[in-house]
């Protein structure tokens, strides 16, 4: 009989591959430069953050977000076709449904972070199946209305089964 374990696996900044990012963007606005078609550039209030799976055999059970004051988070995946140290990030690189979660300002200290539930929902179901062919995923954070990398803890857990 197989027992469930569950995996808890934070989202971690990739501050060298942010930098890169915003390199490009800054290059090409200096230059004038034109982004090639459809490539999606890092707007300032963005992120690369990483998953990184130790087990592949995953299914999803819930976020854990954590907001310490009033904003939204956006949390997008990018498709295992993207191969940041080749190259640029395109447009339709970005999967849906994106992961969106906030906080009013008038949300008391104890009141839960919001999300779209079905989304959040099919959003952690898509990760799961991508950590059966994925070691490491790469995702956009969008930090809006207040909040900052400061202020936020995002993970996501998972059920593993173990025989």
């Known amino acids: 009989m197989a027992t469930q374990a569950t995996l808890e696996l934070p989202f971690r900044p990739d501050a060298h591959l942010t930098e890169v990012m915003r390199q490009r963007a800054q290059s090409l606005q200096q230059r004038g430069g034109k982004r090639q078609d459809g490539e999606r550039l890092l707007r300032s209030h963005e992120a690369i953050y990483r998953l990184d799976f ?28 993207w191969t940041p140290d080749l190259t640029h990030l395109m447009n339709r690189q970005l999967l849906e449904p994106a992961g969106v979660f906030w906080r009013a300002e008038s949300d008391g200290d104890d009141t839960p972070v919001h999300q779209y539930e079905a989304d959040a929902q099919e959003f952690g179901e898509r990760i799961a199946e991508m950590a059966k062919v994925r070691k490491t995923m790469y995702f956009l954070l969008a930090f809006e209305e207040g909040v900052g990398p400061d202020a936020v803890e995002c993970s996501i857990s998972f059920q593993v089964d173990q025989k």
């Open 54 to 81: 130790s087990q592949q055999a995953l299914r999803f059970a819930h976020w854990g977000v954590r907001l310490a004051r009033s904003g939204r988070l956006t949390v997008t995946a990018t498709s295992q076709l």
